[in-house]
Protein backbone atom coordinates (compact mmCIF):
# COMPACT_ATOMS: atom_id res chain seq x y z
CA UNK A 1 0.00 0.00 0.00
CA UNK A 2 1.33 3.20 -1.01
CA UNK A 3 1.55 6.57 1.12
CA UNK A 4 -0.69 8.35 -1.13
CA UNK A 5 -3.80 5.97 -0.09
CA UNK A 6 -3.29 7.29 3.42
CA UNK A 7 -4.20 10.22 5.29
CA UNK A 8 -3.78 11.44 8.85
CA UNK A 9 -6.72 12.34 10.37
CA UNK A 10 -8.09 13.85 13.57
CA UNK A 11 -10.27 11.91 15.38
CA UNK A 12 -11.18 15.34 17.94
CA UNK A 13 -12.79 16.70 14.88
CA UNK A 14 -14.71 13.89 13.70
CA UNK A 15 -18.69 13.90 14.35
CA UNK A 16 -18.62 9.81 14.98
CA UNK A 17 -15.73 9.96 17.33
CA UNK A 18 -18.25 9.28 20.19
CA UNK A 19 -19.19 6.14 18.32
CA UNK A 20 -15.28 4.53 18.05
CA UNK A 21 -14.23 6.25 21.22
CA UNK A 22 -15.27 6.09 24.92
CA UNK A 23 -16.32 9.63 26.37
CA UNK A 24 -14.09 9.38 28.84
CA UNK A 25 -10.68 9.64 27.34
CA UNK A 26 -8.68 12.42 27.94
CA UNK A 27 -7.48 15.04 25.29
CA UNK A 28 -3.71 13.10 25.99
CA UNK A 29 -5.74 10.31 25.35
CA UNK A 30 -7.25 11.26 22.21
CA UNK A 31 -3.78 12.66 20.73
CA UNK A 32 -1.93 9.35 21.47
CA UNK A 33 -5.22 7.28 19.46
CA UNK A 34 -4.92 9.86 16.86
CA UNK A 35 -1.35 8.52 16.09
CA UNK A 36 -1.73 5.22 14.61
CA UNK A 37 -5.08 5.94 12.60
CA UNK A 38 -4.72 6.85 8.87
CA UNK A 39 -7.57 7.44 6.27
CA UNK A 40 -7.78 5.79 3.56
CA UNK A 41 -8.64 7.67 0.15
CA UNK A 42 -12.48 6.95 -0.17
CA UNK A 43 -13.82 3.61 -2.06
CA UNK A 44 -15.94 3.65 -5.22
CA UNK A 45 -18.72 1.66 -5.34
CA UNK A 46 -17.74 -1.80 -5.76
CA UNK A 47 -14.20 -1.37 -4.60
CA UNK A 48 -13.19 -3.96 -2.08
CA UNK A 49 -11.02 -3.29 0.73
CA UNK A 50 -9.89 -6.62 1.55
CA UNK A 51 -10.39 -9.87 0.08
CA UNK A 52 -11.44 -13.30 1.58
CA UNK A 53 -8.57 -15.33 3.34
CA UNK A 54 -6.22 -12.03 3.14
CA UNK A 55 -4.12 -11.63 6.14
CA UNK A 56 -6.15 -9.33 9.10
CA UNK A 57 -3.77 -6.73 10.16
CA UNK A 58 -6.34 -3.64 10.17
CA UNK A 59 -9.39 -3.06 12.02
CA UNK A 60 -11.25 0.14 9.50
CA UNK A 61 -13.87 2.65 11.56
CA UNK A 62 -16.41 3.99 8.91
CA UNK A 63 -16.53 7.30 8.52
CA UNK A 64 -19.30 7.50 5.67
CA UNK A 65 -20.91 5.89 3.14
CA UNK A 66 -21.47 1.89 3.52
CA UNK A 67 -20.42 -1.55 3.03
CA UNK A 68 -20.90 -5.78 2.73
CA UNK A 69 -19.34 -8.44 4.20
CA UNK A 70 -19.72 -11.48 1.10
CA UNK A 71 -18.21 -15.28 1.98
CA UNK A 72 -17.83 -17.14 -0.52
CA UNK A 73 -18.54 -21.28 0.01
CA UNK A 74 -16.88 -23.99 -1.31
CA UNK A 75 -19.66 -24.56 -3.79
CA UNK A 76 -19.54 -21.10 -5.24
CA UNK A 77 -22.56 -20.10 -3.25
CA UNK A 78 -22.30 -16.07 -1.79
CA UNK A 79 -23.92 -15.16 1.30
CA UNK A 80 -23.90 -11.72 2.98
CA UNK A 81 -23.32 -11.84 6.38
CA UNK A 82 -22.93 -8.39 7.22
CA UNK A 83 -23.72 -4.51 6.19
CA UNK A 84 -21.88 -1.75 8.05
CA UNK A 85 -22.69 1.80 8.27
CA UNK A 86 -21.31 5.02 9.74
CA UNK A 87 -19.12 4.90 13.32
CA UNK A 88 -18.97 0.76 13.01
CA UNK A 89 -15.76 -0.97 13.12
CA UNK A 90 -15.08 -3.55 10.75
CA UNK A 91 -12.44 -6.59 10.54
CA UNK A 92 -12.92 -7.70 14.68
CA UNK A 93 -14.58 -11.10 13.26
CA UNK A 94 -11.11 -11.15 12.04
CA UNK A 95 -9.08 -11.46 15.11
CA UNK A 96 -9.09 -14.99 15.99
CA UNK A 97 -8.47 -16.61 12.70
CA UNK A 98 -6.30 -13.95 11.67
CA UNK A 99 -7.56 -14.26 7.94
CA UNK A 100 -10.47 -11.66 6.87
CA UNK A 101 -13.65 -14.42 6.52
CA UNK A 102 -15.17 -12.70 3.52
CA UNK A 103 -14.74 -10.04 0.63
CA UNK A 104 -15.67 -6.41 2.00
CA UNK A 105 -16.72 -4.17 -0.59
CA UNK A 106 -18.44 -0.61 -0.63
CA UNK A 107 -21.62 -0.42 -1.58
CA UNK A 108 -21.25 3.68 -2.19
CA UNK A 109 -18.70 6.06 -1.99
CA UNK A 110 -17.13 5.18 1.33
CA UNK A 111 -14.37 6.43 3.47
CA UNK A 112 -12.89 4.43 6.27
CA UNK A 113 -10.07 4.87 9.30
CA UNK A 114 -7.33 2.32 9.29
CA UNK A 115 -6.64 1.13 12.55
CA UNK A 116 -3.82 -1.44 12.91
CA UNK A 117 -4.71 -3.63 14.93
CA UNK A 118 -1.37 -4.67 16.86
CA UNK A 119 -0.70 -0.71 17.69
CA UNK A 120 -4.42 -0.33 18.86
CA UNK A 121 -3.91 -3.69 21.08
CA UNK A 122 -1.04 -2.22 22.72
CA UNK A 123 -1.36 1.20 23.63
CA UNK A 124 -5.18 -0.37 24.63
CA UNK A 125 -3.22 -1.63 27.45
CA UNK A 126 -1.88 1.25 29.03
CA UNK A 127 -6.06 3.03 28.51
CA UNK A 128 -8.63 1.13 30.03
CA UNK A 129 -11.31 3.06 28.49
CA UNK A 130 -10.49 2.28 25.42
CA UNK A 131 -9.72 -1.81 26.22
CA UNK A 132 -13.65 -1.71 27.21
CA UNK A 133 -14.87 0.39 23.98
CA UNK A 134 -13.15 -2.50 22.24
CA UNK A 135 -14.91 -4.94 24.07
CA UNK A 136 -18.10 -3.44 23.58
CA UNK A 137 -17.85 -3.47 19.87
CA UNK A 138 -16.68 -7.07 20.28
CA UNK A 139 -19.87 -7.63 21.88
CA UNK A 140 -22.19 -6.10 19.68
CA UNK A 141 -20.52 -8.16 16.82
CA UNK A 142 -21.61 -11.52 18.80
CA UNK A 143 -24.93 -10.15 19.26
CA UNK A 144 -25.01 -8.89 15.61
CA UNK A 145 -24.11 -12.74 14.24
CA UNK A 146 -26.75 -14.12 16.66
CA UNK A 147 -29.67 -12.07 15.45
CA UNK A 148 -28.76 -12.65 11.60
CA UNK A 149 -28.88 -16.74 12.75
CA UNK A 150 -32.17 -16.33 14.49
CA UNK A 151 -33.43 -14.80 11.78
CA UNK A 152 -32.43 -17.32 9.17
CA UNK A 153 -33.10 -20.14 11.45
CA UNK A 154 -36.60 -19.73 12.11
CA UNK A 155 -38.66 -16.43 11.14
CA UNK A 156 -41.06 -15.83 8.69
CA UNK A 157 -40.11 -13.53 5.67
CA UNK A 158 -42.42 -10.82 7.12
CA UNK A 159 -40.31 -11.37 10.16
CA UNK A 160 -36.89 -11.31 8.71
CA UNK A 161 -37.96 -7.95 6.87
CA UNK A 162 -39.78 -6.69 9.84
CA UNK A 163 -36.37 -7.09 12.32
CA UNK A 164 -34.20 -5.91 9.27
CA UNK A 165 -35.53 -2.37 9.00
CA UNK A 166 -35.80 -1.86 12.43
CA UNK A 167 -32.09 -2.91 13.19
CA UNK A 168 -31.46 -0.17 10.36
CA UNK A 169 -33.42 2.27 12.15
CA UNK A 170 -31.44 1.95 15.65
CA UNK A 171 -28.44 1.68 13.49
CA UNK A 172 -29.03 4.95 11.54
CA UNK A 173 -30.28 6.60 14.64
CA UNK A 174 -27.20 5.60 16.68
CA UNK A 175 -25.08 7.38 14.13
CA UNK A 176 -26.39 10.48 13.85
CA UNK A 177 -29.65 10.14 11.04
CA UNK A 178 -32.96 9.57 11.37
CA UNK A 179 -34.31 6.81 13.08
CA UNK A 180 -37.65 6.88 10.73
CA UNK A 181 -36.83 8.01 7.00
CA UNK A 182 -33.51 7.06 5.86
CA UNK A 183 -31.96 5.66 2.42
CA UNK A 184 -31.07 2.29 1.93
CA UNK A 185 -27.69 1.80 0.49
CA UNK A 186 -28.20 -1.88 -0.83
CA UNK A 187 -29.75 -3.20 -2.91
CA UNK A 188 -33.04 -5.57 -2.73
CA UNK A 189 -30.83 -8.51 -3.97
CA UNK A 190 -28.54 -7.38 -1.47
CA UNK A 191 -30.98 -7.54 1.22
CA UNK A 192 -32.17 -10.77 0.14
CA UNK A 193 -28.97 -13.00 -0.26
CA UNK A 194 -28.86 -11.65 3.44
CA UNK A 195 -31.87 -12.60 4.74
CA UNK A 196 -32.27 -15.87 2.73
CA UNK A 197 -35.46 -14.65 0.30
CA UNK A 198 -36.05 -14.45 -2.52
CA UNK A 199 -36.65 -10.96 -4.94
CA UNK A 200 -39.67 -12.17 -5.02
CA UNK A 201 -40.42 -12.65 -1.80
CA UNK A 202 -38.74 -9.25 -0.59
CA UNK A 203 -41.08 -7.38 -3.29
CA UNK A 204 -44.73 -9.16 -1.86
CA UNK A 205 -43.71 -8.34 1.94
CA UNK A 206 -42.49 -4.55 1.47
CA UNK A 207 -45.92 -4.40 -0.60
CA UNK A 208 -48.15 -5.83 2.16
CA UNK A 209 -46.47 -3.48 4.70
CA UNK A 210 -46.99 -0.57 2.75
CA UNK A 211 -50.40 -1.46 2.14
CA UNK A 212 -50.83 -2.27 5.81
CA UNK A 213 -49.15 1.39 6.40
CA UNK A 214 -45.99 -0.05 8.29
CA UNK A 215 -43.78 1.17 5.45
CA UNK A 216 -43.76 3.78 3.00
CA UNK A 217 -41.09 2.86 0.25
CA UNK A 218 -39.73 4.69 -2.63
CA UNK A 219 -37.28 3.32 -4.58
CA UNK A 220 -34.27 2.93 -1.96
CA UNK A 221 -35.98 6.02 0.21
CA UNK A 222 -37.85 4.21 3.34
CA UNK A 223 -40.13 5.89 5.90
CA UNK A 224 -41.15 3.92 8.95
CA UNK A 225 -44.56 4.93 9.32
CA UNK A 226 -45.89 2.41 12.39
CA UNK A 227 -42.52 1.65 14.54
CA UNK A 228 -44.73 0.21 16.96
CA UNK A 229 -46.32 -1.86 14.37
CA UNK A 230 -43.09 -2.72 12.83
CA UNK A 231 -41.82 -4.31 16.04
CA UNK A 232 -44.55 -6.05 16.69
CA UNK A 233 -44.39 -7.43 13.44
CA UNK A 234 -41.09 -8.54 13.74
CA UNK A 235 -41.65 -10.67 17.02
CA UNK A 236 -39.75 -8.15 19.38
CA UNK A 237 -40.77 -8.03 23.27
CA UNK A 238 -40.19 -4.55 24.92
CA UNK A 239 -38.20 -5.07 27.60
CA UNK A 240 -40.20 -4.93 31.29
CA UNK A 241 -39.27 -1.66 33.40
CA UNK A 242 -38.33 -2.36 36.85
CA UNK A 243 -40.38 -0.97 39.27
CA UNK A 244 -39.48 2.13 40.65
CA UNK A 245 -38.86 1.84 44.64
CA UNK A 246 -41.30 2.80 46.67
CA UNK A 247 -39.94 5.47 49.31
Known sequence: MTSSHL????????????????????????????????????????????????????????????????IIDTDGEEQITSFYLPGELVGLD????????????????????EIPFKRLESLSEHLPELRHQLYRCMSREIVDDRRLMRLLSSKTA???????????????????HSAERFRLPMSRSDIGTYLGL???????????????????????HVEILDMAALEKRAGIIAPCCNERRRA
Open 7 to 70: HPTRCQTCSLSSLCLPLSLSLDDVEQFDTIVRRRAPLTRGETLYMQGEAFENVYAVRSGSLKQT
Open 198 to 220: AIETISRVLGRFQQQELLNIQGR
Open 158 to 176: DERLASFFHNLSIRFDRCG
Open 94 to 113: SIDSAVHPGFLTALERTTVC
